[in-house]
């Protein structure tokens, strides 16, 4: 043990050095702010006996004592700091900010020793509206915070690490869906003033605030292809996003431009969901549908991932284009399958019964079969009778047999049915 007091040379300060083990790593080195001796060595006993005893539980280290004489809002306000030099994105901050300081609000949080698990179990349960993703984004938050007190000696644990989290899969409460065509024609005809906005978020997949955030420097719409250059700052995860721009959505936009600079926002009245749901009243759209499906701004971002998959746009594309890290994103949450016409699905499947086709399908066929006659790498339009006895004859049926000549189209066919004994066509 290191245990001893001594003043620095050319000072007149008392000092003391300790350290119980070699294994406590650093050499403690306090000032016992006094030039007097027996002072020196009444304050020396007083750390020794304090620094045992914390060694031994019985009382807490003196950095979380401290701690616990500050509010939370203190801590908090230092944590927020912290995250400031670290580079975190304004964004994220505030949403830290908010959600901490609702919880402290409503949990009655004052100071560190009050937050307990109980409390906050407490707080999701009254709060049984919430979207279990939301309710995860408020648990995580207060214990991104918690996890910073104790990494910085403020706090022994993280109360909340025992709270789990609410399963999401299948528990969407705020299922949205998408728009047809139809649907987006009309709400543009009533949108005037926010037409580009509604056109951009329909062929981009901008988020609200990554919209509401666009300045006519992140455009470069005078490019062979434009796009818009869309900031880490403003993007979800922090990552700068290049976007592509529709044709329809750079001359909608070069309209609004008139005499506006390069640092002014392109949207400068950009619609809150109260004007949203106006339009679409007056587009006739309802705001919820039979099924209780939702059509809020961020749907337009799910008719765009809809709209790819009914182009047969491919899977890795399309996650690019939404910028989802998560192919479930694309397939399941975004891409309403209502409008990819999975009813037709079953008409392509084949007939095992052998049943004779219905005269709509027999024109069909044929219909079908007249569109590809003439190309010569085409398989035969009317399957070949090889489970046929090779004694018997094919009999002719007039139209669909001159088809199927047609479809043979080469030597190769009439060579086949003279090794079978078939009469060639």
Sequence with gaps: MINTIYKPKGSR??????????????????????????????????LLRERQFERDGLILPKSVRDAAQRSLEDHLQDFLGDGRRLGLSDKHLSNLEFRVNRLSAECHWNAV????????????????????????????????????????GRAQVNPLLSVEK???EGRQTRERRSFTVDEIKKLLAVAGERKAVYLMAVHTGLRR??????????????????????????????????????????????????????????FKRFPRIERFKRDLKAAG???????????????????????????GVPRRTAMSVMRHSDSKLTDKIYT????????????????????????????SQIASQKAVIGGRSVSPLVTLPVLYDAGKTVENKGESHALARAGVGCHEGDEWCARRGLNPL
Excluded at 17 to 42: N, Y
Excluded at 336 to 356: C, R
Aim: aromatic share 8%; hydrophobic share 40%; net charge negative.
């Design 285 to 311: 759209i309802a705001y919820t549908d039979a099924l209780g499906r939702f059509s809020d701004f961020h749907s337009l971002r799910k008719t765009l991932c809809t709209n790819l998959a009914r182009a």
């Design 113 to 152: 020793k009050e937050v307990t698990a109980d409390s906050m179990q407490n707080w999701l349960r009254g709060h049984a509206e919430l979207a279990p993703k939301t309710a995860n984004d408020y648990l995580e938050a207060a214990r991104c915070f918690f996890n910073w007190l104790v990494k910085n």
């Design 209 to 266: 605030s990554e919209l509401a955030a666009l300045k006519w420097a992140d455009l470069r719409l005078d490019e062979d292809k434009p796009f818009v250059l869309v900031r880490a700052s403003t993007t979800k995860n922090s990552k700068v996003a290049p976007m592509s721009l529709h044709p329809e959505v750079v001359a909608a936009i070069v309209e609004t431009k008139g005499e506006s600079q390069p640092g002014e926002l392109v």
């Design 13 to 46: 300060i008392w000092r003391w050095k300790f350290r119980q083990q070699p294994a406590d790593g650093a050499i403690e080195d306090v000032s016992l702010g006094t030039s007097e001796k027996q002072v020196a060595e009444k304050r020396r006993a007083e």
């Design 336 to 363: 309403d399958e209502n409008l990819l016409g999975v009813e037709t699905a079953i008409d392509v499947l084949p007939t095992f019964t052998g049943k004779p086709e219905t005269p709509s399908q027999g024109a």
């Design 166 to 168: 609410a399963k999401t």
